[in-house]
């Protein structure tokens, strides 16, 4: 089998960027001991699972842009335990094809957990605004839960950034509604989450961006798709140079 190039990191350093809106992050994001994060991290695959359709919708927009690319290779950024990838992988070979995934997040300690979770990613620590990679190096740039970690700047230099690393970018993420706001604490209690997952939950939903406010985050941008997903959830795909 004839190997496939791996992306190329060798891009020059690029300044970390500062967020105009200063908000508390997550208690994940913020770093808990070891075992802590994972069990985090297990619970947070859990709610993907039952409650978010284990991203079906994210999945297979991933793998329909992969099909357009001349790269195999995706990025999956916020990737924490590695779930999403690792079904990315387990789907594209039931298909007959073959799919690798750089796993990026800000916290080796959720690289490494995904690592004993067994997701095959590509661990990269890097900062999503600025991530080591050089223009066009992946097919596909995505992210699942994690538009709503940044403000409206945050997000527009994240997007930049995936959109110059990759082909195109997909990005799924919570839908914010009065209903979701009150389901989402019964719902994660029915499903006995640790504290710190639970609480990041709550979190995410408070945080969600409602899907009329996310035109203004795009504006300018090369929007192939944006609609609304079941359940809670919204989509978008970008093709294409962000200006």
């Not at 992050?25 to 913020?30: A, C, Q, S, T």
């Not at 079941?230 to 294409?240: D, E, I, K």
Request: aromatic share 6%; charged share 30%; with cysteine.
């Amino acid at each position: 089998m004839p190997q496939i190039p791996v992306p190329q990191t060798s891009a020059p350093a690029r300044p970390q960027a500062v967020s105009d809106v200063e908000q508390e992050p997550e208690k994940l994001d913020r770093g808990v001991p070891p075992a802590e994060a994972e069990r985090a991290l297990r619970d947070l695959e859990r709610v993907y699972r039952l409650f978010l359709a284990g991203g079906r919708d994210l999945r297979r927009l991933v793998l329909r842009e992969l099909a357009r690319a001349d790269s195999p290779w995706c990025l999956d950024l916020g990737a924490g335990g590695g779930h999403v990838g690792r079904d990315l992988v387990r789907d594209a070979a039931r298909a007959g094809r073959t799919l690798k995934v750089v796993g990026v997040d800000a916290k080796l300690s959720h690289l490494l957990a995904g690592r004993r979770f067994g997701s095959p990613q590509l661990p990269l620590v890097a900062d999503a605004e600025a991530l080591p990679l050089r223009d066009g190096a992946v097919g596909c740039a995505f992210s699942h839960l994690f538009f709503h970690h940044f403000d409206r700047a945050g997000n527009r230099r994240v997007l930049r950034e995936m959109c110059r690393v990759a082909q195109s970018a997909v990005v799924v993420d919570l839908a914010r509604s009065a209903l979701l706001r009150g389901l989402v604490r019964p719902g994660l209690r029915l499903l006995a989450l640790g504290e710190i997952a639970y609480d990041d939950g709550v979190v995410s939903v408070e945080r969600s961006y409602a899907f009329d406010d996310l035109a203004a985050v795009v504006d300018r941008f090369p929007v192939a798709e944006l609609r609304r997903r079941f359940p809670f959830r919204w989509a978008l795909v970008l093709r294409g140079p962000c200006a």
